[in-house]
């Protein structure tokens, strides 16, 4: 369908001279002598650019400006103006106008300043729609999407929020584990207790170790006094155990006996305390190769994983990256104070093509580095850091037509078995599921194809 566009001058000739080179560049042109004409055909038929002359009688191109922008505020409007006349341009861009030309006029630069205001309308409408999506998107919280593999993550937290039961969080690191943590204890009968939360890959197993069960006066050097334990604070509400899988050997079994028993033996202390606590644990390793290789105990992972919520990764949620992009755009510029409204076309594509190892706390660094960067109200390729401008998809498979350039049977597998690896985000157990290997023979091939670079046992 061609793009519509409105011509708008005083001068016949100078109507159907504009008109006839832009229907020969494939748009459809139509003109008016008058802005009073003009305003009328644009409330009559949907128009995508208005080019209109600054001098004209009666209304000029400066208060066609202003009209057009307080009626129709999604029509660009380009202005005509003479050689000389710049500080009347100017006027006309600050009542609202996207762009001005002079005469003598090239058709080829008017078509081209035509093309610029076309895609400029479309942005504009693409970050309306993406506010839009983004205010009445389905959110828990502060998690935002309306991907299908985040809608069963949403009927999951909606099902199970409710009940007492340990609930694991697994997924890959920055997807937003702890937002699902917070989700369930504000859904569940146990909202108004306390959400205490602890990282037990950021302390020494002893530190933990008081952290968690607490420690009476004298326990150790420093104990000057006795602390309760976050198992203890937390009664109520839900103790959130984050990066469960890093938690040291020895923690694991004390932790084993407080699911079992629902007391906790402070640190220098004879008597155990009950307590009463919803406990969510979350993960970024995969916990059953974990127990493969000796390094988690088996019978704390059938306790913990009662109720199991996968997080997906971001690269697997589609246009939730855009929707997430233009959220963390519309706070960062708040932030900074500037005026960046949302992405253009090609900074949308490069989102949308990009991996996101690191999920979603890349993507919100991502967008803040570029609302930093930007100049302009809508982010372009070249505000975007440097791994995401310049990433190209990975291809497993190559068509070719050179019978040399056709791979193995043996090659063809192994770059897919390692590309399902990649996609999995390292979960052995997840892409030996997809790939249709039972564990051992999924760590065979790693073993050979890795070439021994993956720490992967030899079960040959």
């Known amino acids: 369908m061609s793009h519509r566009v409105l011509v708008v001058d005083d001068e016949r000739d100078m109507c159907e001279m504009l008109t006839s080179g832009l229907r020969h560049r494939g748009y459809a042109a139509e003109w008016r002598t008058s802005a009073a004409q003009a305003l009328?055909?644009?409330?009559?038929?949907?128009?995508?650019?208005?080019?209109?002359?600054?001098?004209?009688?009666?209304?000029?191109?400066?208060?066609?400006?202003r009209r057009v922008a307080a009626s129709h505020?999604?029509?660009?409007?380009?202005?005509?103006?003479?050689?000389?006349?710049?500080?009347?341009?100017?006027a006309a861009i600050r009542a609202g106008a996207y762009d001005f030309i002079t005469k003598p006029i090239e058709i080829e630069a008017l078509a081209l300043a035509v093309e610029r205001a076309i895609q400029h309308r479309e942005l504009r409408r693409e970050v309306t729609r993406l506010r839009k999506a983004v205010s009445e998107a389905r959110r828990f919280g502060d998690i935002l999407g309306d991907s299908d593999p985040l809608k069963r993550v949403y009927s999951l937290i909606e099902s199970v929020a409710s009940s007492d039961s340990t609930v694991l969080i697994t997924g890959e690191s920055g997807t937003g584990k702890e937002l699902v943590a917070h989700a369930l204890h504000d859904r569940s009968a146990r909202r108004e207790?306390?959400?205490?939360?602890?990282?037990?890959?950021?302390?020494?197993?002893?530190?933990?170790?008081?952290?968690?069960?607490?420690?009476?006066?004298?326990?150790?050097?420093?104990?000057k006094e006795s602390r309760a334990g976050l198992f203890v604070r937390g009664r109520g509400g839900t103790v959130f155990l984050d990066e469960l899988g890093e938690m040291p050997?020895?923690?694991q079994a004390k932790l084993l006996r407080v699911l079992e028993t629902r007391t906790v033996l402070p640190v220098g202390?004879?008597?155990?305390?009950?307590?009463?606590?919803?406990?969510?644990?979350?993960?970024?390793?995969?916990?059953?190769?974990?127990?493969?290789?000796?390094?988690?105990?088996?019978?704390?992972?059938?306790?913990?994983?009662?109720?199991?919520?996968?997080?997906?990764?971001?690269?697997?949620?589609?246009?939730d990256v855009l929707l997430l992009a233009q959220e963390?755009?519309?706070?960062?510029?708040?932030?900074?104070?500037?005026?960046?409204?949302?992405?253009?076309?090609?900074?949308?594509e490069r989102l949308l093509a990009y991996s996101w190892p690191g999920n979603v706390r890349e993507l919100q660094n991502?967008?803040?580095?570029?609302?930093?960067?930007?100049?302009?109200?809508?982010?372009?390729?070249?505000?975007?850091?440097?791994?995401?401008?310049?990433?190209?998809?990975?291809?497993?498979?190559?068509?070719?037509?050179?019978?040399?350039?056709?791979?193995?049977?043996?090659?063809?597998?192994?770059?897919?078995?390692l590309r399902v690896l990649e996609a999995s985000g390292g979960n052995k157990t997840l892409a030996a599921k997809i790939l249709g290997f039972d564990r051992r023979t999924m760590y065979r091939k790693l073993q050979r194809y890795a070439g021994g670079q993956l720490d992967v046992p030899d079960d040959s």
């Open 40 to 65: 009328q055909r644009l409330t009559e038929n949907p128009t995508e650019v208005l080019v209109a002359d600054l001098n004209m009688p009666e209304t000029d191109g400066v208060e066609l400006c």
């Open 328 to 348: 963390f755009i519309d706070r960062a510029a708040a932030r900074a104070g500037k005026p960046v409204v949302g992405l253009s076309a090609k900074a949308a």
């Open 193 to 223: 207790g306390p959400f205490a939360a602890i990282n037990c890959a950021a302390m020494s197993e002893s530190l933990l170790e008081s952290e968690l069960f607490g420690h009476v006066r004298g326990a150790f050097t420093d104990a």
């Open 249 to 251: 050997k020895n923690m």
């Open 366 to 417: 991502a967008v803040e580095h570029a609302v930093a960067l930007t100049g302009y109200e809508n982010i372009m390729p070249d505000d975007l850091p440097e791994r995401i401008r310049d990433h190209r998809s990975s291809h497993v498979l190559v068509a070719a037509d050179d019978p040399s350039q056709f791979l193995t049977m043996a090659e063809v597998e192994r770059r897919y078995v």
């Open 269 to 319: 202390s004879d008597t155990e305390i009950p307590i009463d606590i919803r406990i969510v644990a979350a993960t970024n390793r995969d916990l059953e190769s974990e127990i493969e290789e000796g390094r988690f105990r088996a019978d704390l992972y059938f306790r913990v994983n009662v109720i199991r919520i996968e997080m997906p990764p971001l690269r697997a949620r589609g246009n």
């Open 73 to 90: 505020p999604d029509v660009p409007v380009i202005v005509i103006t003479a050689f000389g006349s710049l500080e009347t341009a100017v």
